[in-house]
């Protein structure tokens, strides 16, 4: 069993940057892949970024690339992501999700979720 918690988020400029977090417990979060994604109000969850356990497969959505960054500490059962440039597209809330080994831009490929962290862009 994993246990998630997204921290972090606020409300920037745009322009500013931010820097999530994601604590997790349980042993096992070491050995599965870690992704981020994001929901704005009224829309679906979509894909943020994702990166496998022991960080050799990183993949990011088109439309944060280049200004996201997504790492993580296994050592400290942590996973990161580091926002820049951020616009007021990327309102949403932030999760993070563990799990999975393959086609990692699914939702339904993890099996562990925060809650999430509120991000808001402001104009």
């Known amino acids: 069993q994993v246990q998630l918690v997204e921290s972090g988020g606020g409300l920037v400029q745009t322009g500013g940057s931010l820097r999530l977090s994601c604590a997790a417990s349980g042993r096992t979060f070491r050995w599965n892949a870690m992704g981020w994604f994001r929901q704005a109000p009224g829309k679906e969850r979509e894909f943020v970024a994702a990166?496998?356990?022991?960080?050799?497969?990183?993949d990011y959505a088109a439309s944060v690339k280049g200004r996201f960054t997504i790492s993580r500490d296994n050592a400290k059962n942590a996973g990161y992501l580091q926002m820049n440039s951020l616009k007021p597209e990327d309102t949403a809330v932030y999760y993070c999700?563990?799990?999975?080994?393959?086609?990692?831009?699914?939702?339904?490929?993890?099996?562990?979720w925060g809650q999430g962290t509120e991000v808001t862009v402001s104009s």
């Open positions: 990166i496998s356990w022991n960080r050799d497969s990183i």
């Open positions: 999700a563990s799990g999975g080994a393959t086609n990692l831009r699914e939702a339904r490929r993890y099996d562990y």
